[in-house]
């Protein structure tokens, strides 16, 4: 029996994608404590990593993972600072 390995050359990228849509999701759900204001600097904060992954798909894919993870403490960092010094609240 072999055993099977994640190749990040070919998965990389599919598996940031997924990583963006989750980011995508938590930058929606903004909207359920954060002003209108709020939600679009969370969806703007989006905009550079998918720009950033399409870029490394084919140069850096292995690097491409790490995207997403950065766009998710990205969010909890906007969303912690939204929070504690701009007042937002549900």
Known sequence: M???RVQLDRSGPW???VGL???LWCSVS???FAPWWGVVLALLLLVPQVWLVARWARS???LTIAVPAGGLLL???LA???ATQWGWSP
Request: glycine letters at 10%.
């Open 2 to 4: 072999s055993r099977r």
């Open 15 to 17: 598996i940031a994608i």
């Open 21 to 23: 849509f989750m980011v």
């Open 30 to 32: 903004t909207v359920l």
């Open 60 to 62: 850096r894919p292995r």
């Open 75 to 77: 969010w909890v960092g």
């Open 80 to 82: 912690w600072i939204g």
